[in-house]
């Protein structure tokens, strides 16, 4: 069966860092794009980035550009978004998907919380 | 962006009976080399991921009930539910993936039981 397992999350202070990771299974991780999507308290879904099979290409939503990172290690199939310059505004359940125009697998999602 | 627009914010429908929601995109995701229009539907229960029901606009998600169904080209969607079930409590959001690999969502509907 296909399973993302998200690692990370949590309580950090406005400019703070965080990592997210999200682990794959049940499925040939090196054949398909994945993608992080949040849901701040209360509102809908944001896209927020993606990469591609081999992590040659990367796209973000522009409110955070310069200031995550998204990566994938196909040895542990694995894709991580490191989140530096923590805004409160960021704050939100992050969820990893599978794919690059729907998302037909997701993460059980991770709550950020950016205050002090 | 291709802004996307739901209408009702929600609502509320009695058990049996049809659910329909409306999904505006700002711009055509009609995608002419393939005939194809880059939109989904999904549903999200409280405290759980959004599930996949509806991609290509109208082609159901393997597994998916058949009393979900969509409909719609261009610019202009509806997902509907054609016998409400206790289990279809939820909010549901349309999504444009034409300007992949940047995707938008429309704000969500929420769909409750009259």
């Known amino acids: 069966d296909v399973q993302l397992v998200q690692y990370g999350g949590g309580l950090v202070q406005p400019g703070g860092s965080l990592r997210l990771s999200c682990v794959a299974s049940?499925?040939?991780?090196?054949?398909?794009?994945m993608t992080w999507v949040r849901q701040a308290p209360g509102k809908g879904l944001e896209w927020v980035a993606n990469i591609n099979q081999n992590g040659s290409k990367k796209s973000y939503v522009d409110s955070v550009k310069g200031r995550f990172t998204v990566s994938r290690d196909s040895a542990k199939t694995s894709i991580y978004l490191q989140m530096d310059s923590l805004r409160a505004e960021d704050t939100a359940v992050y969820y990893c998907?599978?794919?690059?125009?729907?998302?037909?697998?997701w993460g059980q999602g991770t709550l950020v919380t950016v205050s002090s | 962006d291709i802004v996307m627009t739901q209408s009702p914010d929600s609502l509320a429908v009695s058990l049996g009976e049809r659910a329909t929601i409306t999904c505006k995109s700002s711009?055509?995701?009609?995608?002419?080399?393939?005939?194809?229009?880059?939109l989904a539907w999904y549903q999200q229960k409280p405290g759980q991921p959004p599930k996949l029901l509806i991609y290509r606009a109208s082609t159901r998600e393997s597994g998916v009930p058949d009393r979900f169904s969509g409909s719609g080209s261009g610019t202009d969607f509806t997902l509907t539910i054609s016998s409400l079930q206790a289990e279809d409590v939820a909010v549901y959001y349309c999504q444009q993936y034409y300007s992949t690999p940047a995707w938008t969502f429309g704000q969500g509907t929420k769909v409750e039981i009259k």
């Open positions: 049940g499925f040939t991780f090196n054949t398909y794009w």
């Open positions: 711009q055509s995701v009609l995608y002419r080399s393939n005939n194809n229009n880059y």
């Open positions: 998907a599978r794919g690059d125009r729907v998302a037909n697998y």
